[in-house]
């Protein structure tokens, strides 16, 4: 799904009323129009395609050819790039080498590609948001389309490496035909969840549905004496999309207009609405969920698969022996994870740049170099036959090694 600032906001603004009235009526619909929710998309590249004219390089004349790589990544990520960069340009056949420009945010790099132009040059491809590249190709027209690269003899993505990419995932990096990226990391948005308290609250499994889950933070709240316990209220966009995928509603944005009024949808407010009011759920005043959740002040709370690194090493601070996981979030008959992510992106310039940026990427995409980023951030690797490769990592992370399996069946955010 296209999130544009203005879905964020509107979502934020509408779950946010919702929750602080407590009156138990349903937010005012912004638009009498319906809307249906975007389908994963595929990516099966055309062998039998033509190349391009600018696709046909001679690859050795490539030898030589610098490259500037712009991404937004920061801290043990923005590291573990910075050594395989410089693995890739000392090993690879075509002689390319390549120049991190890495200005330590995604926000911080969005900014760069919007300053590009005229006398300030554009990077040969960068890594960054999938939504940030989307709402750049829109105004700049400055990517380029990688379908045609992909689908090249020996240099192109084999079937099994296209067919192996999240689908989720793949469909932030499309734009109807046109392939703007390729998928460089995942994030998938999910309730975390405390099964050791839950069971001592009298509950033998996790929550399954919309009810169960009302039941068993009500209870962690009634356990509780200071007004805690029950869900840690979250307003993000991400989480009311999450709840109403779960809870069956329509989808409330179809590129041009929004959608409250349905009954799905104010259903699904109303029911968010009445945890909060039965004093089920409660809103937080720290920075992070994490010392909450390790000193049972919530059952549950709304985060995403890059708190789960963090949220192990508090609870290891606090000495809590509670066994916990992460869910999707639970509706009637349904639930539902959200996926977005950061996507690589080739920019237009000369063809030899261009080729070598792809030829970059394609290298970044293996199974094992994917592994190395996600497992510097615990992250989602893009593709699934990275997890192959991060075995210990998983054995060392149970609750991560939970989520990711969830994002087979994950819904684009």
């Known amino acids: 799904m296209k999130r544009p600032f203005l879905l964020l906001y509107v979502l934020t ?3 946010g009323l919702v929750l602080s009235a407590c009156s138990g009526t349903s937010a005012e619909p912004a638009s009498q129009t319906t809307a249906t929710r975007k389908p994963t998309a595929t990516f099966l590249p055309d062998p039998t ?3 391009a004219p600018y696709m046909q390089v001679d690859l050795a004349e490539l030898r030589g050819t610098q490259i500037t790589f712009l991404h937004g990544w920061s801290g043990k990520r923005a590291n573990e790039t910075a050594a395989l960069v410089d693995q890739f340009n000392q090993t690879n056949e075509w002689g390319i080498f390549v120049i991190v420009d890495a200005p330590g945010s995604h926000r911080l790099a969005y900014q760069k590609l919007l300053q590009t132009g005229g ?3 554009a990077p040969a491809l960068a890594a960054t948001r999938s ?5 750049w190709q829109a105004s700049s027209q400055k990517l380029v389309d990688i ?3 992909s689908s090249l003899p020996q240099i192109g993505l084999p079937l099994t490496s296209s067919a192996d ?3 989720a995932l793949l469909a932030e990096t499309r734009e109807g035909d046109f392939q703007f990226g390729l998928p460089a990391a995942g994030n998938l948005h999910l309730l975390i969840y405390n099964q050791g308290w839950a069971r001592e609250l009298g509950f033998a499994g996790s929550p399954v549905s919309f009810t169960d889950f009302r039941q068993q933070v009500c209870a962690a709240a009634q356990a509780s004496t200071d007004g805690v316990g029950g869900w840690l209220v979250s307003t993000s966009p991400e989480t009311a999309l999450a709840w109403l995928a779960s809870l069956g509603a329509e989808q409330v944005f179809d590129g041009s207009a929004f959608t409250f009024n349905t009954d799905g949808a104010q259903k699904a407010f109303l029911d968010l609405s009445a945890l909060f009011s039965q004093g089920c759920a ?3 005043r720290a920075l992070t969920p994490y010392d909450y959740f390790a000193a ?3 059952l549950a709370y709304s985060g995403t698969l890059l708190d789960l690194l963090p949220q192990a090493q508090v609870n290891k601070v606090f000495a809590a022996a509670d066994t916990w996981t992460a869910l999707p979030y639970p509706g009637e008959g349904s639930s539902a994870v959200l996926a977005d992510g950061d996507a690589y992106a080739v920019l237009e310039s000369t063809p030899e740049q261009q080729m070598a940026a792809w030829l970059f990427i394609r290298w970044m995409s293996q199974p094992g170099m994917q592994a190395r980023l996600a497992a510097a951030d615990g992250s989602l690797p893009p593709g699934k036959q990275a997890l192959q490769e991060m075995g210990k990592f998983g054995s060392e992370n149970p609750q991560w090694l939970d989520a990711v399996r969830l994002a087979e069946d994950a819904l684009s955010a």
Do not use: E
């Not at 939504?131 to 709402?135: F, G, K, M, T, W």
């Open 13 to 15: 603004a509408v779950l």
């Open 49 to 51: 395609a033509t190349p």
């Open 119 to 121: 006398d300030t040059p």
């Open 131 to 135: 939504d940030d590249l989307r709402a």
């Open 147 to 149: 379908s045609g690269y």
């Open 165 to 167: 990419f999240y689908p």
């Open 282 to 284: 409660w809103n937080g």
């Open 296 to 298: 049972r002040q919530t």
